[in-house]
């Protein structure tokens, strides 16, 4: 995590299990800690360190000798591309360096940048991330959509898509391929699941135009969506329900109340032609689709 001489300053950065390293520039050094508790009440870090040492450190004597991780298992193949989020091996590897993994061994990952290679232990928690979110057009932020344009100069290989696959739920990939030879190479990953044979599979529709369309005739209108979340909160586990209770829950959601009327009206006629039974208290007798009785 990035800390200014602003943010370090501030408790709510600091949670339990998250990593804190020390840098000593005079030996050249550095002191991993983890932190064990946040103490509220005297603004401290309780810090354990690698040998089982325990540290109290005040929120406000962090300084910029201090950096702050959040402990995750990262992945990783051969192939992979990895960037470093501090240092490592003495200096030898700096933050923001970017490399290539060369291979995995007991205990330690190969990393290749150019000609050079070296060999970084993982007995302890090493500071890297992955680099899959680099493009022509720049970073993308780590919570968005994932762009891959170099993926048109190195291919749509299963390497490729697999390392694609671990960088996040929405992956968008840019490729020349034509459409039938694309959906063919992405299939071929078992992360992998289109989008169209998503919605293929929820509506039963085989066709791809009529499984759409069949999606969006599913989809509420507005006052159809508020209709049925406020059924619940009117009936209040009761098996009739007041109307003027079900207006008023409904129009919480900002419809407006002869949109929610109708709605209601819909509901009620056409479950009465299907002889469902609902009813409203006060003799006004009726049907709703939302209200599942």
Same mark, same amino acid.
């Given at each position: 995590?990035?800390? +200014?001489? #602003?943010t370090?300053?501030?408790r709510d950065n600091y =949670?339990p299990?998250m /990593?804190m390293?020390?840098?000593?520039a005079?030996k ?6 983890t932190?064990d508790r $946040?103490?509220?009440?005297? %603004?401290?870090?309780?810090l354990?360190g690698? +040998?089982g040492?325990?540290?109290?450190l005040? $929120?406000?004597?962090v300084d910029?000798?201090?950096s ?7 992945? $990783?193949?051969?192939g992979?591309?990895v960037?470093a989020?501090?240092? @490592?091996l #003495? ?6 360096e ?5 291979g995995?061994?007991n205990?330690? /990952?190969r990393l =290749?940048?150019g000609?050079?290679e070296l060999? !970084?232990?993982? @007995?302890?928690a090493?500071k890297?991330t992955?680099?899959? /979110?680099?493009?022509?057009r ?13 993926? $048109?100069r190195?291919?749509?290989n299963?390497?490729t898509? %697999?390392?694609l696959a671990q ?7 840019y490729t ?8 063919r190479?992405?299939?071929?990953v078992?992360a992998v699941? !289109?989008?169209?044979?998503q /919605? ?5 529709e085989a %066709?791809?135009?009529?499984? *759409?369309?069949a ?5 509420m209108?507005?006052?159809e969506?508020?209709v049925?979340?406020? *059924?619940?909160?009117a009936q209040?586990?009761q098996?009739h !329900?007041?109307?003027?209770a079900?207006?008023s829950e409904?129009v #919480?959601?900002?419809q407006r109340?002869?949109d929610?009327r109708?709605?209601?009206?819909r ?8 002889s469902a039974?609902?009813g ?10 939302a209200?599942g009785?």
């Amino acid at each position: 995590m990035w800390l +200014d001489s #602003k943010t370090r300053h501030q408790r709510d950065n600091y =949670r339990p299990g998250m /990593v804190m390293e020390q840098w000593d520039a005079e030996k050249k050094t550095m002191t991993r800690h983890t932190i064990d508790r $946040v103490a509220e009440a005297t %603004n401290s870090l309780v810090l354990q360190g690698e +040998d089982g040492s325990r540290l109290t450190l005040k $929120v406000t004597q962090v300084d910029g000798s201090w950096s702050l991780y959040r402990s995750r298992t990262l992945e $990783v193949s051969e192939g992979d591309r990895v960037r470093a989020l501090g240092r @490592e091996l #003495k200096g030898a590897i700096k933050a923001k360096e970017k490399f290539t993994v060369a291979g995995l061994e007991n205990g330690a /990952v190969r990393l =290749r940048s150019g000609d050079r290679e070296l060999r !970084l232990p993982t @007995e302890r928690a090493v500071k890297l991330t992955h680099d899959y /979110v680099e493009g022509d057009r720049g970073r993308v932020p780590a919570r968005r959509a994932r762009y891959w344009p170099q993926s $048109v100069r190195e291919g749509l290989n299963k390497q490729t898509l %697999n390392a694609l696959a671990q960088s996040g739920s929405d992956i968008r990939i840019y490729t020349p391929l034509e459409a039938r030879q694309a959906a063919r190479k992405v299939e071929s990953v078992s992360a992998v699941r !289109l989008a169209s044979d998503q /919605v293929r599979q929820s509506t039963g529709e085989a %066709n791809l135009d009529t499984a *759409i369309q069949a999606s969006r005739e599913r989809l509420m209108s507005d006052a159809e969506q508020a209709v049925s979340l406020a *059924i619940p909160r009117a009936q209040q586990g009761q098996v009739h !329900l007041s109307e003027i209770a079900l207006l008023s829950e409904a129009v #919480k959601s900002g419809q407006r109340l002869a949109d929610v009327r109708t709605e209601i009206a819909r509901q009620v006629k056409q479950r009465g032609a299907d002889s469902a039974g609902f009813g409203f208290r006060g003799g006004k007798q009726g049907a709703c689709s939302a209200c599942g009785v």
